[in-house]
């Protein structure tokens, strides 16, 4: 999120971030965002009789804030249509793992036991499927013979600091657009995949 905010900053992204939403008091976000000087809130879904009831408050802080488009970074809810269908198109997620291999947790470690050459990370649009709406960019990096969980994650998160801004702009700009069930990019039908950012 913080490689996000300084995007917006430095001009990268043509928007500014207009609010923070955790659902743990303790989110390393929240912080951040208050260095920043961005509204911060906690809504926690423990207090909520429904995860609809939880997501229909979020939407009223997104609406309060003027929220355009929603980007997820660390929210480790599974979301439903109640919260998904108003930002349809508008709400990125990016996933620790070349996507579709390994939705879900602990995608280092599967990919790790598995044997892969390489892992990742992608950005994608998000849909009511966990993990599944269509891609807009991924970056990889090769696994090496002494790659352990820890090495492996830390590649992997500093790929997630670069192509996920980059997604952010893009979206913004209008560049890349959800399409049904593909993503676009300057009016292009991406590949499942998206973009190939180590191919630029």
Same mark, same amino acid.
Request: glycine residues 8%; proline residues 6%.
């Given at each position: @999120?913080?490689? %996000?905010?300084? *995007?917006?900053?430095?001009?990268? %992204?043509?928007?500014?971030?207009?609010?923070?939403? #955790?659902?743990?008091?303790? *989110?390393?976000?929240?912080?951040?965002?208050?260095?920043?000087?961005?509204?911060?809130?906690?809504?926690?879904?423990?207090?909520?009789?429904?995860?609809?009831?939880?997501?229909?408050?979020?939407?009223?802080?997104?609406?309060?804030?003027?929220?355009?488009?929603?980007?997820? #970074?660390?929210? @480790?809810?599974? $979301?439903?249509?109640?919260?998904?269908? &108003? !930002?349809?198109?508008? @709400?990125?997620?990016?996933? &620790?793992? +070349? +996507?579709?291999? !390994?939705?879900? $947790?602990?995608?280092?470690?599967?990919? $790790?036991? *598995?044997?892969?050459? /390489?892992?990742?990370?992608?950005?994608?649009?998000?849909?009511?499927?966990?993990?599944?709406? &269509? *891609?807009?960019?991924?970056?990889?990096?090769?696994?090496?013979?002494?790659?352990?969980?820890?090495?492996?994650?830390?590649?992997?998160?500093?790929?997630?600091?670069?192509? !996920?801004?980059?997604?952010?702009?893009?979206?913004?700009?209008?560049?890349?657009?959800?399409?049904?069930?593909?993503?676009?990019?300057?009016?292009?039908?991406?590949? &499942?995949?998206?973009?190939? /950012?180590?191919?630029?």
């Amino acid at each position: @999120m913080t490689a %996000i905010i300084e *995007a917006c900053e430095a001009g990268k %992204i043509k928007g500014s971030p207009a609010l923070v939403i #955790a659902n743990n008091a303790t *989110a390393e976000g929240l912080e951040s965002a208050r260095k920043h000087g961005i509204p911060a809130i906690v809504c926690d879904h423990r207090q909520f009789a429904s995860r609809e009831t939880f997501e229909s408050q979020i939407i009223e802080e997104l609406r309060q804030h003027q929220v355009d488009v929603v980007i997820l #970074a660390g929210f @480790m809810r599974i $979301l439903t249509s109640t919260l998904i269908a &108003p !930002y349809l198109g508008r @709400m990125l997620n990016i996933h &620790p793992s +070349l +996507l579709p291999k !390994y939705p879900g $947790l602990n995608t280092h470690q599967r990919a $790790l036991d *598995a044997g892969d050459r /390489f892992a990742g990370a992608t950005v994608h649009f998000v849909t009511e499927e966990l993990d599944a709406g &269509p *891609a807009v960019i991924q970056g990889h990096t090769p696994i090496v013979d002494n790659d352990d969980h820890n090495t492996l994650r830390e590649r992997v998160l500093k790929i997630e600091h670069q192509i !996920y801004p980059l997604a952010v702009a893009w979206l913004c700009e209008g560049r890349v657009q959800l399409d049904g069930a593909t993503a676009t990019f300057d009016g292009q039908r991406l590949p &499942p995949t998206g973009i190939d /950012f180590a191919a630029g």
